[in-house]
C-alpha cells in the first residue's frame, strides 16, 4: 500500500514509473490516498479529543473489601463510562473517617456515601445531593438462638460488638439500644470491628453477648456454615434512607445535572440494570428533605465522633 501511495505522490517526477499504469487505476490509487489520509486524521482527532477528557472521579465508601468492591460495582463504572461518554477511576479510602475527610476536601466528582455522611456534608461542606437507593437500611441487635436474652435491657453489664464506630449501622444500632432502655455509655461495652460481618463472627464464637450489623449482612452471613453457632435478632432498628450520591460545590451544574440524570435513569439501561440486581439496594431515586430530617439523630453522633 505505501509503495502504491508513494509511486502516486512521485507523480510527473517520475513519469517513466507510472507510465504504464492506465488512467483509471490512477483514480483508484488517488481515491485510495485520500481515504487512507482521511482515516488516519480522524484516528489522530479522536486519540486527541479522548486524551482531553477528563476522567470521572468516583468515591466509593469503603464498606467492602477491596477485591468484593471492584466485584460489586464494576457494572457501575462500565454503565457510566456508557451513558456519561468519559473514563471512570473509583477511589475509595481505608477507613471511614479517612473517607469522609476526603469527601469532604472534594477528592471526589461524585460519591457515594452513607446516608448521615451524607447529611453531614450537605450541612458543613455545601455538597448537593443527588440520589439515594430506594431501600430502606434497618441495623440488627443480633445474638446467639439459645441466649437468654429477650429484650434490650437484658442486654445491661454485657458486651456488644459493632462494625466502625462511623457506620450507619452501628450508630443506627446504638440509638436503637438507647432508645430501648440500654445506656450504652454506663451499662454496656461496646467493641467496634474493622468489618460489617466480623461482629456476627466474633457473636458466634463467643466473643461478645450480642452484635450489631445490617439486615441484610445478617440474612447472609447467618445462613453461613462457618459461624460456630446459629443466630438470632434481638431487635430490629427503625429504617433510615439508604446510601446516597453527592457531588461537591467545585463540580460545574452541568456535570452534576448529567450525573443526576445518569443515576436516575439506571433501572433503564441494560448494564445500569445489571449492577442493580446484583445488589440489595433497590433503584436509584430523588432525595427529600424528609430522608436528611430521618437522620438528625444519626448526624449529631457523627459530629461528636469526628471531633
Same mark, same amino acid.
Given at each position: 500500500?505505501?509503495? $502504491?501511495?508513494?509511486?502516486? @505522490?512521485?507523480?510527473?517526477?517520475?513519469?517513466?514509473?507510472?507510465?504504464?499504469?492506465?488512467?483509471?487505476?490512477?483514480?483508484?490509487?488517488? =481515491? =485510495?490516498?485520500?481515504?487512507?489520509?482521511?482515516?488516519?486524521?480522524?484516528?489522530?482527532?479522536?486519540?486527541?479529543?479522548?486524551?482531553?477528557?477528563?476522567?470521572?472521579?468516583?468515591?466509593?465508601?469503603?464498606?467492602?473489601?477491596?477485591?468484593?468492591?471492584?466485584?460489586?460495582?464494576?457494572?457501575?463504572?462500565?454503565?457510566? /463510562?456508557?451513558?456519561?461518554?468519559?473514563?471512570?477511576?473509583?477511589?475509595?479510602?481505608?477507613?471511614?473517617?479517612?473517607?469522609?475527610?476526603?469527601?469532604?476536601?472534594?477528592?471526589?466528582?461524585?460519591?457515594?456515601?452513607?446516608?448521615?455522611?451524607?447529611? %453531614?456534608? /450537605?450541612?458543613?461542606?455545601?455538597?448537593?445531593?443527588?440520589?439515594?437507593? &430506594?431501600?430502606?437500611?434497618?441495623?440488627?441487635?443480633?445474638?446467639?438462638?439459645?441466649?437468654? %436474652?429477650?429484650?434490650?435491657?437484658?442486654?445491661?453489664?454485657?458486651?456488644?460488638?459493632?462494625?466502625?464506630?462511623?457506620?450507619?449501622?452501628?450508630?443506627?444500632?446504638?440509638?436503637?439500644?438507647?432508645?430501648?432502655?440500654?445506656? $450504652?455509655?454506663? /451499662?454496656?461495652?461496646?467493641?467496634?470491628?474493622? &468489618?460489617?460481618?466480623?461482629? =456476627?463472627?466474633?457473636? &458466634?464464637?463467643?466473643?461478645?453477648?450480642?452484635?450489631?450489623?445490617? @439486615? !441484610?449482612?445478617?440474612?447472609?452471613?447467618?445462613?453461613?456454615?462457618?459461624?460456630?453457632?446459629?443466630?438470632?435478632?434481638?431487635?430490629?432498628?427503625?429504617?433510615?434512607?439508604?446510601?446516597?450520591?453527592?457531588? !461537591? !460545590?467545585?463540580?460545574?451544574?452541568?456535570?452534576?445535572?448529567?450525573?443526576?440524570?445518569?443515576?436516575?435513569?439506571? !433501572?433503564?439501561?441494560?448494564?445500569?440494570?445489571?449492577?442493580?440486581?446484583?445488589?440489595?439496594?433497590?433503584?436509584?431515586?430523588?432525595?427529600?428533605?424528609?430522608? @436528611?430530617?430521618? =437522620?438528625?439523630?444519626?448526624?449529631?453522633?457523627?459530629?461528636?465522633?469526628?471531633?
Amino acid at each position: 500500500m505505501n509503495k $502504491i501511495i508513494a509511486l502516486f @505522490l512521485a507523480g510527473k517526477k517520475n513519469k517513466k514509473h507510472i507510465s504504464n499504469i492506465s488512467p483509471a487505476f490512477q483514480k483508484t490509487i488517488f =481515491l =485510495l490516498f485520500l481515504y487512507v489520509a482521511f482515516s488516519c486524521n480522524v484516528i489522530a482527532a479522536e486519540k486527541n479529543h479522548t486524551a482531553k477528557i477528563k476522567p470521572l472521579n468516583l468515591g466509593l465508601i469503603p464498606h467492602l473489601s477491596s477485591n468484593l468492591m471492584i466485584k460489586k460495582y464494576s457494572n457501575l463504572i462500565n454503565y457510566l /463510562e456508557e451513558v456519561l461518554h468519559r473514563p471512570v477511576t473509583i477511589n475509595t479510602a481505608p477507613n471511614f473517617k479517612t473517607y469522609v475527610q476526603r469527601s469532604s476536601e472534594g477528592k471526589f466528582d461524585l460519591y457515594m456515601t452513607a446516608p448521615h455522611m451524607a447529611v %453531614y456534608h /450537605e450541612k458543613h461542606d455545601q455538597h448537593i445531593r443527588l440520589a439515594k437507593f &430506594s431501600n430502606n437500611l434497618h441495623a440488627v441487635i443480633a445474638v446467639t438462638k439459645d441466649s437468654p %436474652y429477650k429484650n434490650i435491657t437484658d442486654l445491661k453489664g454485657k458486651t456488644i460488638t459493632a462494625p466502625d464506630a462511623l457506620a450507619a449501622n452501628t450508630i443506627n444500632g446504638e440509638l436503637t439500644l438507647i432508645n430501648n432502655g440500654l445506656d $450504652i455509655e454506663k /451499662e454496656a461495652a461496646i467493641n467496634y470491628t474493622t &468489618s460489617n460481618n466480623n461482629p =456476627l463472627v466474633l457473636l &458466634s464464637e463467643n466473643k461478645a453477648d450480642a452484635a450489631i450489623t445490617g @439486615l !441484610p449482612g445478617f440474612k447472609i452471613v447467618s445462613r453461613n456454615s462457618r459461624l460456630k453457632q446459629p443466630l438470632r435478632i434481638l431487635k430490629t432498628s427503625e429504617p433510615i434512607p439508604h446510601m446516597m450520591f453527592m457531588s !461537591p !460545590p467545585r463540580v460545574s451544574p452541568a456535570d452534576r445535572e448529567a450525573f443526576k440524570k445518569a443515576l436516575l435513569n439506571m !433501572p433503564d439501561n441494560k448494564t445500569g440494570n445489571a449492577f442493580l440486581s446484583g445488589l440489595p439496594f433497590g433503584h436509584p431515586v430523588e432525595v427529600t428533605d424528609k430522608d @436528611l430530617q430521618q =437522620l438528625a439523630d444519626m448526624l449529631k453522633t457523627l459530629e461528636q465522633r469526628l471531633k
